[in-house]
């Protein structure tokens, strides 16, 4: 069956320390892949996105993510956390063909200062 | 920079009442969505608008949910006789283009209790 999963309900780091927010799909092809975060009361913000080409993406807020293909993931990753980023990310992905975002479950990100 | 607003921020009603979501889409886009989070769950995709009808639509779609695009701006969700289990964070979504590539800008979400 097809799915989108984040396996870390809740992540806790250290302000200052690098963070990697874990994603797989499961998908016939590769699906568009997309990361969002959402702050409290806030939308769900697009931080980036892949659909072919260079891996190793580049997005807002200094976030980067990199596609593995041989191991059906997405993760994203920043090299220094700041406080502000504590909020919830959601890996979501769209089939080829396809215009309707299927999204994870969401990872929790705590930053400690 | 353009965004998708969404009013009331958060709505209070009665099982079996009537609630209208209001969305303002970024307003050169054409593609319009609607999505749900229950507490706890997953974001879920509930229906896609183009061109003044509805593209596609996933099985909590049923006949309780309407949507429409009264004046050109708005974009509305309609629950004609609210459950429970209605209760969630609604977001609105647009886009310029359908093609899965495109971005989803997405509203703030009203949040939706149904007592």
């Known amino acids: 069956a097809q799915s989108v999963t984040q396996p870390d309900i809740h992540i806790t780091v250290s302000e200052g320390a690098s963070l990697e927010l874990r994603c797989n799909y499961s998908y016939g092809a590769t699906p568009y892949l997309f990361w969002y975060v959402q702050s409290p009361g806030q939308g769900l913000q697009l931080l980036l996105k892949y659909f072919s080409g260079d891996t190793l993406v580049q997005g807002i807020k200094g976030f980067e993510a990199e596609f593995k293909r041989s191991q059906s993931s997405f993760n994203l990753r920043k090299p220094s956390v700041h406080w502000s980023d504590a909020a919830e990310y959601f890996c979501a992905v769209v089939p080829r063909g396809g215009n309707k975002l299927t999204f994870g479950t969401g990872t929790q990100l705590k930053v400690e200062l | 920079e353009p965004e998708v607003t969404q009013t009331p921020s958060h709505q209070v009603t009665q099982m079996g009442q009537e609630v209208i979501l209001r969305c303002v889409p970024i307003?050169?886009?054409?593609?319009f969505y609607w999505y749900r989070q229950i507490l706890g769950q997953k974001v879920e995709f509930l229906v896609s608008?183009?061109?003044?009808?509805?593209?596609?639509k996933s099985e909590i779609f049923d006949d309780q949910f309407s949507v429409e695009r009264p004046d050109g701006s708005n974009f509305t969700l309609k629950i004609r006789s609210t459950k429970l289990e209605d209760s969630a964070m609604y977001f609105c979504?647009?886009?310029?283009?359908?093609?899965?590539?495109?971005?989803?800008?997405f509203g703030p979400g009203t949040r939706l209790l149904v007592l």
């Open positions: 979504a647009s886009s310029d283009n359908p093609v899965g590539q495109e971005t989803q800008y």
């Open positions: 608008f183009y061109n003044n009808e509805i593209s596609e």
């Open positions: 307003s050169n886009h054409l593609y």
